[in-house]
């Protein structure tokens, strides 16, 4: 159903209500007023009729019902002929209404068909519009594609006219060539880069300019010629010209012109380039003078040369060639000379392997042989081949025959002297061998007789010369030493040794016996060792201290005042080792920057004048500069004349596996954070103790003097003072008397090696809480600064000097075949209350070994009919069935390279090289036997005492310091090793029949360590050797050592069982199944 029906459905119900209820309503009312609200629903109907329509249906519905409404027709006559006038004005009304609203209802329907239709011409106008739109849009849109295509292809066109355009000008920019044209006029109207360079303008400047603003007018002149005869007459042209560059310099450059036309082919200018080609002229020019060179070689007489194929033929030669194998020109042409025929047989084979190698690479390496002349004659040459194709494939060589004739016979002259020498050489270190015995037999009987006299009581100009006689001796014995090291050296015969040794405990004994000298010149000795510096290392350490003590020496002589200072620092740390530089500075009197080098040669001296104020022998700086090359390193100096020395030299020392018990870290030092006084005058002195200081946390304050250092004490409070005892004005000594007032103070002096016995009992009426010698060490200033505030450290003790009262009684077996040495050994071992024995050789020694136990044999080693070797050696054979091991000491004139290692292969525990010095005698006994037993407990002193008549193997001290004095504590890891020790000697027996390398190593690894802990040194050197046996996998020689091994392990038992208050038992068995 449309709308005009729904509509005019609507109107119809509507009217047919409206009716019905107009019939209904009481005359006079105005009840066709609402038939204005169905022309209202009738104005929805899209007919314009409609309205009209229902208006008349409205007005004809609405006069029907005044006549069907109720009472009108009451008195028929009365009601019709006169009805109430309001009806009538109501029914008017209401037809009005209806007429009215029809009226406007029709008004706004045409006004609706009228904007419908405005609307759709406007629809239809705006179609067209938009088509046409359309039309011109898409005609607009086809003509800006064009334009675009157009503008485009403009774009791609330019692109590629600047693409190539600078394509052009970067390949013609790249070119090792220098590019340029010309106009006809001659300017310049293009150039490349390298051309703006060669003449060095730019282009901006060079363009426009012609050849006579750019080069020196005849070489102008030439080019525009040049240019003129390429324009007019259209050829090419190309030459070599030589040119002068903007700096004057003159070189040769290829130049190659040609004309430019344009597209009528009308020439329009000149273009050309040209190259530098100087290097090729000089090389062609060099060729061509080696070549002449060569040619003048060949035609001399120095070398023979010769052109021969491989099949053996002689194509050409010169006529050294030809004279050397005695054939002429002559021959060479009638082909009567072949190279494979000149080779003797025995020679072929290098030929053929000369062959081979031409082949492989073109050339051969040169090799000697004969030839055989053409009389018959031999003759020495070594030939040189190459072939003569590039690409080897030819097959003729160039062979370069040199006649070595005279140098054969030089060598075997040489071969002869050399032979002549090394029997020299070795006639010489037996010389020196001998001598070596002979001059140290009588320096033992002087130095030894000397110190014995020394020793009593003398006059004091007794005492002068006898100490200027030592004096002298000991210079002799330097001087022989020197000599003996540098015999080693010329022989190639000097190694170093690598044993575990404490730097700074080294070192630091080795300066204070310096010191003496230094103080005594009114000199400051003073030794810094770098912090990160490690202290226990692997090494030759004998060796160290005699470069060090070569290079402090000669300081402290040539110095008059001032200091001399040794400085140690790490160089370069590696995983296993560290390279230590040495710093050796004096304030002396410099050397020469001339002698810097040859210093260390020689017999080289700074001062070789004949009025020169020191002696020596000039080999000092040779050997040392010899160990240090050994040892690693390299030795410098840095000198001038005036402003003393400084000697470097750099070492590398291995880190040793074990090393000693360290200092104690800052943190675990209970002293840490005390503040200590340092009252020193020497600034080198004040920085190296402020050093030490900081390094143990403690709190350092420094003084200049001792004024200084008394306002200082009136301001602050110290816990320790630490005074040198020369300084001006107030000495150390003055300056602690003045401290008394502050009582609590604990002082330590520092006195100079000079110090006598009156300066150590002024520090005990003093009340100094301690006093060291200078130069001072780092251990020995902690110790004292821990004893002064209470605090003990519980360290290894370094290796002491001795007293010779300190050694127990002993029974010592003297083997010595000189009459003075015996005299002198009895003289000073019996001084001291040691019961000797003697024997004239080492047959008496060993008889007299089989008679009686002796706790000690000092053994020489060079006596008639058995030689203390074979003694030695005669002596350990006897001691194999018996659990006593006596200890034996060398005491031999030999110092040569291996005596020692002769000596301890032998069986030895010792060596002692003469002359026998009092001091080192005893120091070597105490090495061996314990000493100073008087602050040990009572076990550990018995258990030394249990084998009167053997010399004891446990350091029973260090030991105990080993476990901070715990003797319970010792007595179990004692008992624990009792029970370890015979298996490792199974396991190491076990390790060696099996050859079980790892087992071996560990074994012997686990023992060592505890030979360490009782410090037995010989165990620990044979467990140690043992050791790395195990590591090299050399089962080869291994059980002599064990068997040694064994026996000390026998006694060292004793001595532990001795001490743990047991009955000795028998060693357990090694032996395996």
């Given at each position: 159903m449309n709308s005009r029906i729904q509509v005019l459905t609507v109107c119809g119900l509507l009217m047919a209500a409206l009716f019905f209820l107009d019939l209904m309503m009481p005359l006079g009312v105005a009840a066709g007023v609402p038939y204005v609200l169905v022309v209202l629903v009738a104005m929805w109907s899209p007919s314009r009729s409609d309205v009209f329509f229902a208006a008349g249906c409205s007005t004809l519905l609405t006069v029907l019902g005044m006549f069907f409404s109720p009472g009108f027709w009451d008195g028929e006559q009365q009601v019709f002929l006169a009805p109430a006038w309001h009806c009538y004005i109501n029914r008017f009304l209401a037809v009005f209404a209806i007429g009215a609203v029809t009226l406007i209802a029709q008004r706004r329907k045409r006004l609706e068909e009228e904007l419908a239709a405005a609307n759709e011409l406007l629809s239809q106008r705006a179609d067209f519009h938009s088509q046409h739109a359309e039309q011109r849009g898409h005609e607009l849109g086809k003509a800006n594609a064009a334009l675009q295509v157009e503008i485009a292809e403009r774009e791609r066109a330019q692109t590629a006219l600047a693409q190539n355009e600078n394509r052009y000008r970067s390949l013609v920019d790249s070119l090792p060539l220098n590019v340029f044209q010309k106009d006809l006029t001659g300017k310049i109207v293009f150039a490349n880069q390298r051309y703006c360079e060669e003449l060095k303008v730019t282009y901006e400047e060079l363009i426009g300019r012609t050849d006579h603003d750019l080069f020196p007018p005849e070489?102008?002149?030439?080019?525009?010629?040049?240019?003129?005869?390429?324009?007019?007459?259209?050829?090419?042209?190309?030459?070599?010209?030589?040119?002068?560059?903007?700096?004057?310099?003159?070189?040769?450059?290829?130049?190659?012109?040609?004309?430019?036309?344009?597209?009528?082919?009308?020439v329009i200018g000149a273009q050309g380039m040209f190259w530098n080609v100087t290097d090729r002229i000089k090389a062609e020019r060099a060729q061509r003078q080696a070549d002449g060179k060569f040619r003048r070689l060949v035609e001399s007489n120095i070398i023979g040369i010769m052109v021969a194929g491989l099949d053996g033929r002689v194509v050409k030669a010169n006529d050294a060639l030809l004279g050397l194998i005695g054939y002429t020109r002559d021959d060479l042409n009638a082909n009567r000379i072949r190279w494979d025929e000149l080779t003797p047989p025995e020679y072929r084979a290098g030929d053929e392997n000369a062959l081979r190698q031409l082949a492989e690479t073109g050339t051969a390496q040169p090799w000697e042989k004969e030839y055989i002349r053409r009389d018959g004659r031999r003759v020495?040459?070594?030939?040189?081949?190459?072939?003569?194709?590039?690409?080897?494939?030819?097959?003729?060589?160039?062979?370069?025959v040199l006649d070595i004739s005279d140098r054969r016979r030089a060598e075997v002259q040489l071969r002869a002297a050399k032979e002549a020498a090394d029997a020299a050489n070795q006639a010489k270190s037996q010389f020196l061998a001998n001598m070596s015995h002979e001059v140290r037999t009588p320096m033992n009987a002087i130095i030894g007789m000397t110190e014995l006299v020394l020793s009593g009581s003398l006059v004091k100009d007794q005492r002068d010369y006898l100490e200027m006689v030592l004096e002298s001796a000991l210079n002799l014995l330097a001087i022989i030493n020197d000599v003996l090291d540098f015999s080693k050296i010329e022989a190639g015969k000097l190694s170093l040794e690598e044993l575990p040794f404490s730097l700074r405990e080294s070192i630091g004994d080795m300066l204070k016996s310096l010191a003496v000298r230094a103080h005594r010149q009114s000199l400051e000795l003073t030794s810094y060792f770098a912090d990160d510096v490690p202290d226990h290392l692997l090494g030759d350490g004998v060796r160290l201290r005699q470069v060090v003590t070569n290079l402090v020496g000669n300081a402290v002589k040539f110095t008059d005042q001032g200091e001399v200072s040794l400085r140690v620092t790490v160089e370069e740390m590696q995983p296993d080792s560290v390279l230590l530089h040495f710093n050796v500075r004096d304030t002396g009197r410099g050397i020469p920057v001339h002698l810097h080098e040859t210093i260390f040669h020689a017999f080289e001296q700074a001062d070789n004048s004949p009025t020169r104020q020191h002696g020596g022998t000039g080999l000092g700086l040779a050997i040392s500069a010899r160990f240090v090359e050994l040892m690693g390193g390299h030795i410098w100096v840095e000198s001038e004349p005036g402003k003393g020395a400084a000697f470097h030299f750099t070492a590398r020392m291995k880190f040793c596996d074990e090393p000693p018990q360290p200092m104690p870290a800052a943190e675990d030092i209970q002293g840490s954070g005390t503040?200590?006084?340092?009252?020193?005058?020497?600034?080198?002195?004040?920085?190296?103790?402020?050093?030490?200081?900081?390094?143990?946390?403690?709190?350092?304050?420094?003084?200049?003097?001792?004024?200084?250092?008394?306002?200082?004490?009136?301001?602050?409070?110290?816990?320790?003072?630490?005074?040198?005892?020369?300084m001006p004005h107030i000495d150390g000594f003055e300056f602690v008397r003045r401290l008394e007032s502050h009582s609590p103070l604990h002082t330590i002096l520092m006195l100079s090696s000079s110090a006598g016995t009156d300066d150590h009992q002024r520090c005990e009426k003093l009340g100094v809480a301690a006093w060291l010698t200078k130069p001072v060490k780092?251990?020995?200033?902690?110790?004292?600064?821990?004893?002064?505030?209470?605090?003990?450290?519980?360290?290894?003790?370094?290796?002491?000097?001795?007293?010779?009262?300190?050694?127990?009684?002993?029974?010592?077996?003297?083997?010595?075949?000189?009459?003075?040495?015996?005299k002198l050994a009895l003289g000073l071992l019996r001084k001291h209350g040691h019961s000797v024995a003697v024997a004239n050789n080492g047959q008496e020694a060993v008889e007299a070994v089989q008679r009686e136990t002796f706790d000690l044999i000092l053994m020489d080693v060079q006596m008639p009919i058995l030689d203390g070797l074979e003694a030695t050696r005669a002596i350990r054979k006897l001691e194999r069935s018996s659990d006593h091991r006596t200890l034996i000491m060398a005491m031999t004139a030999h110092a040569l390279q291996g005596d020692r290692e002769r000596c301890l292969a032998a069986g030895m525990d010792e060596y002692l090289s003469k002359p026998i010095r009092a001091q080192n005698l005893f120091d070597k006994i105490a090495s061996l036997c314990e000493v100073n037993?008087?602050?040990?407990?009572?076990?550990?002193?018995?258990?030394?005492?249990?084998?009167?008549?053997?010399?004891?193997?446990?350091?029973?001290?260090?030991?105990?310091n080993n476990v901070n004095g715990d003797d319970p504590l010792l007595k179990d890891v004692s008992d624990a090793y009792l029970q370890e020790y015979p298996e490792q000697l199974l396991q190491m027996r076990q390790a060696i029949n099996n050859r079980d390398a790892k087992l071996l190593q560990r074994a012997a690894h686990t023992l060592k360590?505890?030979?360490?802990?009782?410090?037995?040194?010989?165990?620990?050197?044979?467990?140690?050797?043992?050791?790395?046996?195990?590591?090299?996998?050399?089962?080869?020689?291994?059980?002599?050592?064990?068997?040694t091994l064994t026996q000390e392990l026998a006694v060292i038992r004793r001595e532990v069982e001795s001490y743990l208050g047991r009955p000795s038992g028998d060693l357990p068995s090694t032996e395996t199944a």
């Open positions: 070489m102008a002149e030439k080019y525009r010629n040049d240019d003129r005869l390429v324009v007019e007459q259209r050829v090419t042209l190309e030459d070599i010209e030589e040119h002068i560059r903007p700096d004057g310099e003159l070189i040769y450059v290829q130049v190659l012109k040609a004309p430019v036309c344009d597209e009528a082919q009308n020495h040459v070594m030939i040189g081949v190459s072939m003569l194709d590039d690409e080897n494939n030819g097959d003729e060589c160039i062979c370069f503040k200590v006084l340092v009252v020193d005058d020497n600034h080198t002195n004040r920085n190296i103790l402020r050093s030490m200081l900081h390094n143990w946390q403690m709190v350092p304050t420094l003084a200049g003097s001792a004024d200084e250092a008394l306002i200082r004490l009136r301001d602050d409070a110290f816990d320790v003072v630490l005074v040198d005892t020369k780092q251990s020995e200033l902690f110790d004292a600064i821990m004893s002064t505030l209470g605090t003990v450290r519980a360290v290894a003790p370094t290796a002491p000097v001795y007293d010779a009262g300190q050694l127990r009684p002993m029974k010592i077996l003297l083997a010595e075949d000189s009459l003075v040495n015996q037993r008087a602050e040990e407990p009572a076990d550990v002193a018995a258990a030394e005492e249990a084998s009167p008549c053997e010399a004891p193997r446990i350091q029973w001290k260090d030991a105990l360590g505890s030979m360490r802990f009782y410090g037995v040194h010989r165990a620990y050197e044979i467990a140690y050797d043992l050791e790395k046996m195990g590591k090299a996998a050399e089962f080869e020689g291994a059980e002599e050592p064990l068997a």
